[in-house]
């Protein structure tokens, strides 16, 4: 056994034994994995060569390591490992690793992490996987001559401070992304990057995108969110930033620290394999008014050494899963709701009714029994148009119908998947049907996505033999916890939950006429506009969205103000700095000039950036701006019977005219008092430098 070598608390990573030059152990890649734990084992670091390849071919299962270049990285977290260890052999034949170039790999390393792994074996492992992506690092192991040089040229990467001369401990251990500030004017692009084991791909999708950056001449930082605690980007380099670059296999921690700036947002592969595409849309979706942005998940920052820690307040972490299923909803809604609208516009709101004595809609029946070669000629009725637009309109409806049948299950299934991951999807999905079979709606898949999810984590921590673990997330965490909540739901909560609906469902009834409609818009029109995408931003949306399956006339005028008010917040701000521009920041004059798009499209988002600069002026003239149009609208009667899309769905909204005033009422209220509490605060600030 070769003896560890004492550092002062920092072992060596590599050393002779760990290195393998121009070995041939098979043609397949689990001989190689296989061959290389042997090595570890064998240097001492490892105490079962058979566990270590086992828990490094089970990661390998999950996602290919192979990346462009002839590289690749198998590694593990390993009960078996003693020391953290890397082992790296020379292939004389290389072998696939299945890399995105098509390449055979000929440079294994294999990062063999213990599974309690500190900080400091974790960042250097981080130093090891982005000096990976320098061409002349991998060109010089490839000419080696020798075990020894080999250990001299990774340690120099990794561990410097254990040669002679290296560098000190201190400033071996600092971040491995640590650069210079960008200097004034210079494009800045941020990011966050992150992978199932936060070892290897998390480290070197950071470095090609920081590579990428320098290539092109702009400013890129990007923070690995890897295992271990993480170096956090400094929040103002974020807030001087153009855009964002996600590269995730994971949740990106603290995401609402980007919140309202152009996002590209991929899986963690696609930064190692073309790094440089990634930062060219970024740099695209700069100058784009249509380019997805980072939405505010989450109302106000978050402490990061608390996230880090995994020490997030229940509370906490309940919203955010609630918000996961919510974000992860509304692309079912949209899809549905548009689809819906665009049917109802070929075939006639008629399509939608269900004639007596039939059991199913005029939509259904057309889809059935005609096609495109035998379109319907016959049928008439009010609302109903004739021929090949009936049938198409017809076809269109019940697309978004299939659409919208998803509403509540993918609620429920991502709630879940926020508390618990990816077992706690299937049951939630599940629970999610259950909701709407027994009649609770929104309000079950809440409860029942809630209860799977916390069934799900709770059955995940749970101490199990190691043969049970691969079954775990497969079979006994979706079986046990849909049995368990399933069970639940049937026998107890149905059918509470479904009288409290019905009790909501008579209450939005009874409020659908008078002052009460109109104190209804109100408070709705608050809601959209405090956060701009936030929490009870989406609360009012999802009631909304939700009631809109009862097509009925209430709840076609709640969408409508809900849609009408959401949009007020871009465009009054865009209207404040086209007539005031001497009160706001260049960067903000340039938003400006796109968050009209914005508004138009009904993406509140728009607003997000003057709302995080100058809050305390910015939101309350929104809200107040947001009331008056959702006043507007349920007074004027303006229904909605598409859930987004905002002026684009004109001819899905009933009383076109007065959805128009309500959103230029708001508008005009939210942008006066922009300027006027701008032009308070200039004043001030003026009569202070005085």
């Known amino acids: 056994m070769t003896e560890t070598i004492d550092t002062g608390g920092t072992a060596p990573l590599i050393v002779p034994e760990l290195v393998a030059l121009d070995a041939s152990p098979g043609a397949d890649k689990s001989d190689v994995i296989t061959y290389l734990a042997g090595v570890v084992a064998g240097a001492g670091r490892a105490d079962a060569p058979e566990g270590l390849a086992s828990d490094a071919l089970a990661r390998e299962a999950t996602a290919p390591t192979g990346i462009p270049g002839g590289i690749a990285i198998p590694h593990c977290r390993s009960e078996h490992v003693l020391a953290a260890s890397l082992g790296f052999a020379r292939l004389a034949e290389p072998v696939d690793f299945g890399a995105a170039d098509g390449r055979a790999a000929d440079l294994i390393f294999m990062i063999a992490a213990p599974a309690g792994a500190d900080d400091m074996h974790l960042k250097l492992l981080a130093k090891l996987a982005r000096g990976l992506m320098r061409t002349d690092f991998t060109d010089a192991l490839r000419s080696a001559g020798s075990a020894e040089e080999v250990v001299r040229m990774v340690t120099e990467q990794v561990q410097p401070e254990l040669l002679e001369g290296g560098a000190s401990a201190e400033e071996a ?10 200097p004034a004017g210079e494009r800045i692009i941020v990011g966050a990057t992150s992978c199932p084991t936060g070892i290897a791909h998390t480290f070197m999708a950071a470095e090609a995108l920081e590579q990428a950056g320098t290539e092109r001449g702009i400013t890129v930082r990007i923070e690995g969110q890897g295992s271990g605690k993480i170096d956090a980007l400094d929040s103002e380099l974020i807030k001087r930033a153009d855009a964002v670059v996600f590269a995730h296999d994971l949740p990106i921690k ?7 700036k152009p996002v590209i947002d991929v899986g963690v592969k696609a930064a190692v394999n073309d790094a440089g595409s990634l930062i060219d849309q970024a740099l695209a979706a700069i100058d784009d008014p249509a380019a997805q942005r980072v939405p505010a998940d989450a109302a106000g920052g978050q402490d990061a050494a608390e996230e880090d820690q995994g020490s997030v307040h229940w509370a906490r972490r309940l919203q955010r899963a609630v918000m996961t299923g919510v974000s992860y909803m509304i692309p079912f809604v949209a899809a549905g709701g548009l689809l819906i609208a665009l049917g109802f516009l070929l075939g006639g709101y008629g399509v939608a009714l269900t004639p007596d004595g039939a059991s199913e809609s005029i939509a259904a ?16 009725g009010e609302g109903i148009h004739s021929g090949m637009l009936l049938y198409l309109g017809s076809v269109l409806f019940m697309l978004g119908q299939a659409a919208m049948g998803f509403l509540v299950p993918a609620l429920a299934g991502y709630i879940a998947f926020g508390l618990a991951g990816r077992p706690g999807i299937a049951p939630g999905f599940a629970m999610g049907v259950v909701a709407t079979a027994v009649g609770s709606g929104f309000i079950g898949g809440l409860v029942g996505g809630i209860l799977a999810g916390y069934v799900a984590a709770w059955l995940a921590g749970l101490a199990v033999p190691r043969w049970l673990r691969g079954l775990m997330p497969v079979v006994v965490i979706p079986l046990g916890t849909t049995l368990v909540v399933g069970g639940l739901m049937y026998l107890v909560l149905g059918r509470p939950l479904a009288a409290l609906m019905t009790s909501l469902q008579d209450g939005l009834t009874s409020m659908s006429g008078g002052s009460s409609a109109i104190l209804l818009g109100v408070i709705l029109g608050l809601m ?11 609360a009012a949306y999802l009631f909304a969205t939700a009631g809109l399956s009862a097509q009925t006339t209430a709840s076609f005028e709640i969408m409508a103000a809900v849609m009408a008010a959401g949009m007020v917040p871009p465009l009054a701000v865009s209207v404040a700095t086209f007539l005031r521009p001497r009160l706001f920041t260049k960067a903000e004059v340039e938003n400006g000039r796109s968050a009209w798009l914005l508004g138009l499209s009904f993406i509140s988002e728009g607003a997000i950036p003057f709302a995080a600069a100058d ?11 947001g009331a008056v149009t959702g006043a507007l609208t349920m007074a004027l009667h303006v229904g909605s019977r598409a859930p987004h899309g905002g002026l684009f769905v004109a001819f899905a909204i009933t009383n076109v005219v007065g959805f128009l005033l ?8 939210t942008s006066a008092l922009v300027v006027a509490l701008k032009g308070l605060g200039h004043r001030k600030a003026a009569a202070a430098a005085a």
Request: net charge positive; charged share 15%.
């Open 173 to 182: 251990s600092a971040p491995a992304h640590a650069a210079p500030a960008a």
């Open 615 to 625: 809050p305390l002026r910015i939101i309350p003239a929104t809200m107040a701006g």
């Open 254 to 260: 603290g995401r609402e620290r980007f919140a309202g």
């Open 528 to 538: 959209m506009c405090f956060d701009l995408g936030g929490p009870v931003n989406k």
């Open 365 to 380: 029946s057309v889809v059935k029994d005609y096609s495109l070669t035998n379109p319907p000629t016959a049928i008439v």
């Open 662 to 669: 309500a959103i230029l009422a708001g508008v005009a209220v």
